[in-house]
């Protein structure tokens, strides 16, 4: 399954396309994310996603869950997303 990392400067267009063509060739994708602008972003994307998925039919749904990293040699916690389509 693909991984996707999410900051908070990303674009919401851009990852909402990456999200869209994802789930369209490979059926779910994950997607990363560290602290509340990054959050916030991916929420926004996958919104945009579901616009973008929508007239296939399909509703997509997110399974969050948490995730220790190490980033630059300290241990942080990230949620990542599962979107898949229901």
Not at 13 to 42: K, M
């Amino acid at each position: 399954m693909k991984l996707l990392k999410v900051s908070s400067r990303s674009k919401p267009n851009s990852v909402a396309g990456a999200i869209a063509g994802i789930i369209r060739s490979e059926g779910r994708v994950q997607v990363q994310t560290i602290g509340a602008g990054a959050l916030n972003q991916t929420i926004k994307s996958i919104a945009i996603a579901r616009g973008y998925i929508a007239p296939t039919g399909q509703e997509l749904v997110c399974i969050p869950f948490f995730k220790d990293i190490e980033v630059n040699g300290e241990i942080k916690t990230a949620i990542v997303l599962t979107v898949e389509p229901r």
